[in-house]
């Protein structure tokens, strides 16, 4: 089977720098996935590493390191808007590869 | 346009009602989904359906019954539910199958059971 774990809560200042650790154990692996979502609303993808290494986008960054089975979001310069829960997501390496495998999640609460 | 629609925002139901949840995508993606969550847990895979054809159905009880009309449609009959079936259902996404590591989520049904 496949399982991904991540902090349950994470806390922050606004203006500080936040990671995100994930990490999974899988049979196969494509890939990691990244989601935020706010209360009361819908997953947001954000970014995806098939590959060893650190993806940029903006003020948000995911790094993924095969050999460990480990991934991260770093969130840069936090902002209030930021306060939303997190999800690493793998897709299955079973027979159902179109299906999404999510972490538990993390809920990142940013204070003033 | 990346918005994926769906209708409607909020619905109450009795037990012996049927209603349908629609979802509704014109991003040409031949992907489409539907998950349940529940609060403060991640989604839930409960359908996937690739080119117009159910390719996963998670265990889902027979009174959830989907259905894709079309490439930008997609449906979810409700019939006889349960009160523990009080959820929010999403509806997401994607290019095809083999990208579903990158979803696009419509905002959602808050359903509730009574």
């Known amino acids: 089977g496949q399982s991904l774990e991540q902090p349950s809560e994470v806390t922050a200042v606004e203006g500080a720098i936040v990671q995100i650790n994930c990490t999974y154990q899988?049979?196969?692996?494509?890939?990691l996935s990244w989601y935020q979502q706010h209360d009361g609303g819908a997953p947001t993808f954000l970014s995806y590493n098939a590959l060893d290494g650190l993806e940029e986008t903006g003020r948000f960054s995911s790094f993924l390191s095969r050999s460990d089975s480990y991934g991260y979001l770093l969130l840069q310069e936090l902002q209030m808007k930021d306060s939303a829960s997190y999800f690493c997501?793998?897709?299955?390496?079973?027979?159902?590869?179109?299906?999404?495998?999510f972490g538990s999640g993390t809920r990142l609460l940013v204070r003033p | 346009d990346t918005e994926v629609t769906q209708t409607p925002k909020h619905l109450v139901m009795g037990m012996t009602n049927k209603k349908s949840l629609k979802c509704e995508q014109h991003m040409g993606h031949r992907a489409m989904y539907w998950y349940k969550q529940k609060a403060k847990k991640p989604p839930e895979l409960m359908f996937v359906y690739s080119y117009e054809k159910l390719s996963i159905n998670e265990s889902v009880p027979s009174r959830f019954s989907p259905e894709c009309p079309n490439s930008s449609l997609l449906n979810l009959h409700l019939h006889a539910l349960q009160p523990e079936d009080s959820a929010l259902y999403l509806c997401a996404s994607s290019q095809d199958g083999t990208n579903a590591w990158e979803q696009y989520f419509g905002p959602g049904t808050r359903l509730t059971v009574t």
């Open positions: 997501a793998v897709r299955d390496s079973g027979g159902s590869s179109y299906k999404l495998i």
């Open positions: 899988t049979s196969g692996f494509y890939g």
